[in-house]
């Protein structure tokens, strides 16, 4: 049957037009079915701890469940590849984080581009370090820590949980900033760098006020400062790195990220779903418990917040040499 070519033309464009429709109303209806959020570290650590709050406030407000799957590997790179290659159906989003903006530069070859692939939705939250020395360090103060780094560089060893780590970045951009020499002692994780460091077997490290306030109480860790630019409403009393070096600040952020090309409608309901979660008086209640804030925003700011750090810690890789294990 042969047909007119405007009438051709105009059922082509309705056809064109038809997918798009159907996505659109696919996302009204969004979610039917299980949604997975992919976390890059084993369960029990502060991304799965992050990641199994915000799984929880999803399922109760959206009425369908969230699921924490561990993906642990390459410095969370495992679990960034396995959402840049789902479907862009946001029913596999990913809990991103600082590593994911410091990988960026610390991998050279990745088989995704982070700030390509991956949609920003949300940020919620924002956590402080803060640097701990065990009390056979002669310092008391930041000023006295950096004064004595000074006089005895690298005797001074600075345990983290491995190369690239948040804590690794934090000693690395003080040392920068400081104009300091540190000696960095990697470890396959947290757990065991605290306890060495409790231990004596080194003699600092940066750690989550959380993690430290029972060491610090106890009298087995003295701390010096926090990295956020305002002091931490857990340790009111230790002043704020930039107290000393104005304009330094550094710690975690958690987030959620979808493949790219997502529904914007999708994105828009997870992202008005977690700011409201925000305002809840008992969703601040378990961040302060954290130690951490509530960090709300648009889509676009949190793309913002990423660029902004990945640039920042790009920086400080290329100037301290930090190459990944």
């Known amino acids: 049957m042969n047909i007119p070519r405007r009438q051709f033309l105009r059922l082509a464009a309705g056809a064109a037009a038809l997918p798009v429709a159907l996505r659109g109303a696919s996302a009204q ?31 109760e407000r959206i009425g369908h469940p969230f699921v924490v799957e561990n993906k642990p590997g390459a410095g969370t790179n495992i679990a960034a590849e396995t959402v840049t290659r789902a479907p862009a159906d946001g029913y596999t989003l990913l809990l991103v984080g600082a590593p994911n903006a410091i990988n960026a530069t610390l991998y050279e070859n990745l088989n995704f581009n982070f700030m390509r692939d991956i949609t920003p939705v949300a940020s919620f939250i924002r956590t402080p370090e803060v640097l701990v020395v065990h009390p056979s360090v002669p310092t008391n103060t930041v000023r006295e820590f950096i004064a004595h780094a000074k006089r005895k560089p690298g005797a001074i060893s600075m345990a983290s949980p491995g190369i690239g780590s948040g804590p690794h970045m934090s ?38 006020p959380v993690v430290a306030t029972q060491h610090i109480r106890a009298g087995k860790l003295r701390a010096l400062a926090v990295t956020t630019a305002s002091r931490s409403h857990i340790l009111p009393d230790v ?12 710690g975690g952020f958690f987030g959620i ?17 977690i700011n ?6 008992p969703m601040k209640a378990r961040i302060n418990d954290m130690g951490a804030s ?28 930090i190459k990944a294990s």
């Open 29 to 59: 209806d969004y979610p039917t079915r299980p949604v997975r959020l992919i976390v890059g570290q084993t369960a029990g650590g502060a991304q799965d701890i992050a990641a199994r709050l915000m799984a929880q406030v999803l399922s």
């Open 171 to 208: 000693g690395e951009l003080l040392m920068l900033m400081a104009g300091i020499q540190l000696t960095h002692v990697p470890y396959r994780g947290g757990g065991q760098a605290i306890s060495d460091l409790v231990g004596g077997q080194v003699q600092a490290t940066f750690i989550a």
């Open 239 to 250: 002043p704020a790195m930039t107290e000393v070096l104005p304009g330094y600040e550094s």
């Open 257 to 273: 990220g979808a493949p790219v090309n997502t529904p914007s409608q999708i994105i828009d309901r997870l992202n008005k779903t």
């Open 276 to 281: 409201a979660a925000l305002e809840d008086a």
């Open 294 to 321: 509530a960090l709300p925003g648009s889509p676009a700011a949190f793309g913002h917040l990423i660029a902004e750090q990945t640039d920042k810690w790009a920086k400080v890789i290329k100037f301290a040499g």
